[in-house]
């Protein structure tokens, strides 16, 4: 079985600050991990995703994650808040292996960027 | 481009009145999932179909069902809403079980 906590429902940056939102996982046999992002009354949008290679991973607008085994996470930066930014994120862990489907999401960090 | 699409974006039913919400993709992906998604949730997966193979989560209402007619359109069918079923209903694919899930704009129902 497989879960994800995201630390904080709810998180507040300056435009132009350091982005940085947390997930830690468990997972029973290696997982692969994801990052979506939600704007209001949108579906999920993939921002970028582990499975296995490069333990940073780069995304699509300026995000990044890196996988830390020891430390079963994978947190989202970006280095400079965007207005644009302002969303809900999600990290998601599945558990690799053939035939696995099952997509745990954590519970969504809603992101503010104050101007 | 290829995408993911569902109809409508907003549907309103009346409590007890049958509802279909349609999806359909252009990635000629194998696999397609229904996900509800209530308010301030996480997406929580209903069913999904891999090829014709209908896969129902355990913990799915029968109240909720799902046909796939080709590959490339998937209905999901309430056939008594409540208003507890009221929320964002989010399609996704992915080309096989363990690939990168790709998801629809949503479809949000209201319940009257």
């Known amino acids: 079985a497989q879960s994800v906590t995201q630390l904080g429902s709810h998180v507040s940056v300056s435009e132009g600050a350091l982005v940085l939102l947390r997930c830690n996982y468990s997972?029973?046999?290696?997982?692969?991990l994801f990052w979506y992002v939600q704007y209001p009354n949108q579906g999920l949008q993939l921002l970028l995703k582990?499975?296995?290679?490069?333990?940073l991973v780069k995304g699509i607008n300026g995000f990044e994650a890196e996988f830390k085994k020891s430390e079963t996470s994978f947190h989202l930066t970006k280095p400079s808040a965007h207005m644009s930014d302002a969303a809900e994120y999600f990290c998601?862990?599945?558990?690799?292996?053939?035939?696995?489907?099952?997509?745990?999401f954590g519970k969504g960090t809603k992101l503010s960027v104050i101007p | 481009d290829a995408m993911v699409i569902q109809n409508p974006r907003y549907q309103v039913t009346q409590f007890g009145k049958p509802v279909t919400l349609s999806c359909s993709q252009t990635?000629?992906?194998?696999?397609m999932y229904w996900y509800q998604q209530k308010s301030s949730q996480a997406p929580k997966l209903l069913f999904h179909?891999?090829?014709?193979?209908?896969?129902n989560e355990a913990d799915t209402p029968d109240n909720f069902q799902s046909r796939r007619p080709n590959t490339s359109f998937c209905f999901l069918d309430i056939r008594s809403p409540g208003l507890g079923d009221a929320a964002m209903y989010l399609c996704?694919?992915?080309?096989?079980?363990?690939?990168?899930?790709?998801f629809g704009p949503g479809t949000r129902l209201l319940v009257l």
């Open positions: 990635l000629n992906h194998n696999v």
């Open positions: 997972s029973s046999v290696p997982p692969y």
């Open positions: 179909y891999y090829d014709k193979d209908f896969n």
């Open positions: 998601a862990v599945t558990p690799s292996g053939a035939g696995s489907y099952q997509l745990t």
């Open positions: 582990y499975t296995s290679a490069a333990t």
């Open positions: 996704a694919t992915s080309r096989d079980r363990e690939e990168t899930q790709y």
